[in-house]
C-alpha cells in the first residue's frame, strides 16, 4: 500500500486541479463589461487599437499583444492584424463573437471550428478573419484580428 500511495496522491491531486479549471459555457450573450475597440474607448486594459475601428467587441479577459499587432492606416490602404491573449474558453468566445459580430453588422462568411477555431466575417466595406488558437491546459487562448477596409481615396478599390 506504501508503493502506491505517491500514485494515489498525485491522481487526486490532478482531479482536484482539474475540477478547479472546469468552466461553464454561458449562452452566447455579451456580457455588461464588454470592452469596444477604437478610439475613446473607455476600456483601460486595452491601450492600444487603431482609430476608427469601433465595430468589434472583446470581452476584458482578453489582453492586447502589443509586439505582435500591426496596422497600418495609408491613404490606399487599412488593415493589420490585431493580436490578443487571455483565459478564455474557446467555444465560448466564439459564440460570443457571432452575437457581437452579427450586432454590429458583420455577416459571416465561413467558419471552420475543431480544436481551434476560424471565423471570417464580412461588412460593406470591411473583410475581417479571426482566428482563435487553443493555449492549452496552462496557456493562454489566442485571438488573432486581421482585418482589411476599402479606402476612399483608394477609389473604391478594395484592399488586398
Given amino acids: 500500500m506504501k508503493r502506491h500511495l505517491p500514485r494515489i496522491l498525485l491522481a487526486g491531486?490532478?482531479?482536484l486541479s482539474l475540477a478547479g479549471c472546469a468552466t461553464t459555457s454561458p449562452a452566447p450573450t455579451p456580457p455588461a463589461?464588454?470592452?469596444e475597440a477604437g478610439e475613446g474607448s473607455a476600456a483601460p486594459n486595452l491601450s492600444y487599437f487603431p482609430t476608427g475601428v469601433t465595430d468589434i467587441e472583446l470581452p476584458r479577459e482578453l489582453e492586447p499583444v502589443r509586439?505582435?499587432?500591426?496596422f497600418i492606416e495609408t491613404a490606399s490602404?487599412?488593415?493589420?492584424v490585431l493580436v490578443f491573449e487571455g483565459r478564455v474558453e474557446i467555444s465560448s468566445l466564439a459564440d460570443y463573437l457571432a452575437v457581437t459580430m452579427t450586432k454590429n453588422g458583420w455577416r459571416?462568411?465561413?467558419?471552420?471550428r475543431y480544436k481551434n477555431v476560424l471565423l471570417a466575417y464580412v461588412k460593406p466595406g470591411k473583410f475581417c478573419t479571426i482566428t482563435i488558437i487553443d493555449g492549452g491546459m496552462i496557456g493562454k487562448t489566442r485571438v488573432a484580428i486581421y482585418l482589411t477596409e476599402e479606402s476612399a481615396a483608394a477609389g473604391g478599390a478594395a484592399a488586398p
Fill in 13 to 15: 491531486a490532478l482531479l
Fill in 33 to 35: 463589461d464588454t470592452v
Fill in 67 to 70: 509586439d505582435e499587432t500591426m
Fill in 77 to 80: 490602404y487599412h488593415g493589420g
Fill in 108 to 112: 459571416l462568411a465561413g467558419s471552420v
